[in-house]
């Protein structure tokens, strides 16, 4: 049964490999109005099911490790509520063409990708949660809203609605008249967190949403990673990528796994696309959920 198992994981591994290595072209429809995704061999991978909207053109090869879409996949709908504050207008797929999430329409996109996560939204229920950007669920879509992860938390709120304002361009949330309001803190765990009024040993940051005291949520388990992370913060050239950022705000996001073998190191002082992974050697990655990682150098020479 353990051999069974074990040739099944090592079969699931394989697949991903395959889908990760493959080519894939953006192709679009004859009439010009849609696009979809398709591989070196000709095969469809995703329909052309999508409005021509985005970032390539016509046949340009994409070597993204996910694939944001305008629209919903043929079947599929997620009507527009002026007064629901969840609302999505985009697919996420990984590249084999799955389907991962529908991502929450911010700023006339997809949400961005806030330390390693990004809010997505159950079209169904019209509820909002957070997600892993290769698709693991880390919040269930159980909120009318929640704000980008800061620090490891989050605000999440109930029985609220979306106020547009003059013009219409920017809206915010304001209590529901028909509904129970709630709002409460969340770390990226899901868990409800109280702040405190008092700073102490356990409850030492202080969170710029609504200046209590909370525990740090990112926090070196083992000599090991403080050492790593020691090195990761004097470093020259993360700091010319994390410009600006005071180094007491780089965070281990993620750890390795047996399919991922790196530390995922970002801030949270501001927003960025950025990231930087360490393999077991210490050598330094730049990377951002998208696009190939390459070595930190190598990208920074890219972008002078």
Request: glycine fraction near 6%; proline fraction near 5%; hydrophobic fraction near 40%.
């Amino acid at each position: 049964m353990v051999r069974t198992i074990v040739t099944f994981a090592l079969f699931l591994l394989n697949v991903a490999a395959s889908a990760q290595s493959q080519k894939l072209y953006l192709f679009v429809t004859a009439d010009s109005l849609k696009q979809g995704v398709r591989n070196q061999e000709g095969a469809v991978v995703i329909p052309a099911d999508h409005p021509v909207i985005g970032y390539w053109s016509a046949d340009e090869l994409i070597a993204d490790s996910i694939i944001d879409f305008y629209g919903m996949p043929a079947g599929e709908t997620s009507a527009f509520d002026s007064l629901r504050p969840a609302y999505t207008a985009n697919t996420t797929f990984d590249r084999s063409g799955k389907v991962l999430y529908h991502p929450f329409f911010f700023d006339n996109g997809a949400d961005y990708i806030q330390e390693g996560t990004r809010r997505y939204v159950d079209r169904k229920t019209g509820k909002m949660g957070l997600v892993h950007p290769y698709g693991k669920v880390l919040i269930p879509a159980l909120y009318d809203f929640i704000t980008p992860l800061h620090d490891g938390y989050l605000m999440a709120y109930n029985g609220v609605q979306r106020q547009s304002e003059a013009g219409g361009e920017h809206w915010r949330i304001v209590p529901d008249p028909k509904k129970k309001y709630e709002a409460f803190v969340l770390n990226k765990e899901g868990k409800k967190v109280k702040g405190r009024m008092k700073r102490s040993q356990d409850a030492a940051l202080q969170w710029a949403a609504d200046s209590l005291y909370y525990p740090a949520f990112y926090r070196a388990v083992d000599v090991k990673e403080e050492k790593l992370l020691a090195r990761v913060k004097q470093d020259p050239d993360v700091q010319r990528l994390f410009a600006g950022a005071a180094t007491d705000a780089y965070h281990i996001l993620e750890r390795p796994t047996a399919t991922f073998p790196y530390y995922i190191i970002g801030h949270s002082q501001q927003y960025s696309f950025s990231y930087v992974a360490v393999d077991e050697r210490g050598a330094r990655y730049h990377f951002d959920y998208y696009r190939p990682m390459m070595p930190l150098k190598t990208y920074l020479k890219s972008i002078q």
